[in-house]
Nanobody, 125 residues
Framework: QVQLVESGGGLVQAGGSLRLSCAAS????????MAWFRQAPGKERVFVAA????????YYADSVKGRFTISRDNAKNTVYLQMNSLEPEDTAVYYC??????????????????WGQGTQVTVSS
């Protein structure tokens, strides 16, 4: 098993930046593909970005491509989401998720085995 704890959320003005972190503990972090999802008020949770276990491949939702960057540091057991040029539409609770690398990266939330508690990101206009 792996435990995930997100941090780095907060309130930022449109056009600003935030970096989210997700610290993992438990089983070997490098055994997991990692992803970020987000859930806006009144909406379903949706895929944002993913990274494979080695960090060599990344994937993004069209809505964040070119603005967000996912990365990981396996030595620190942490995955990051650098968010630039933030827009009010990015306001949501952001969750990190882990999936055993035996199964590959997925865009579907029900394919992920472990979840953090979420961190709130609010972008004001």
């Amino acid at each position: 098993q792996v435990q995930l704890v997100e941090s780095g959320g907060g309130l930022v003005q449109a056009g600003g930046s935030l970096r989210l972190s997700c610290a993992a503990s438990g089983r070997t972090f490098s055994s997991y593909n990692m992803a970020w999802f987000r859930q806006a008020p009144g909406k379903e949770r949706v895929f944002v970005a993913a990274i494979n276990s080695s960090g060599g491949s990344t994937y993004y939702a069209d809505s964040v491509k070119g603005r967000f960057t996912i990365s990981r540091d396996n030595a620190k057991n942490t995955v990051y989401l650098q968010m630039n040029s933030l827009e009010p539409e990015d306001t949501a609770v952001y969750y990190c998720a882990a999936r055993d690398n035996l199964y590959g990266v997925s865009y579907q939330q029900d394919r992920y085995h472990y979840w953090g508690q979420g961190t709130q990101v609010t972008v004001s206009s």
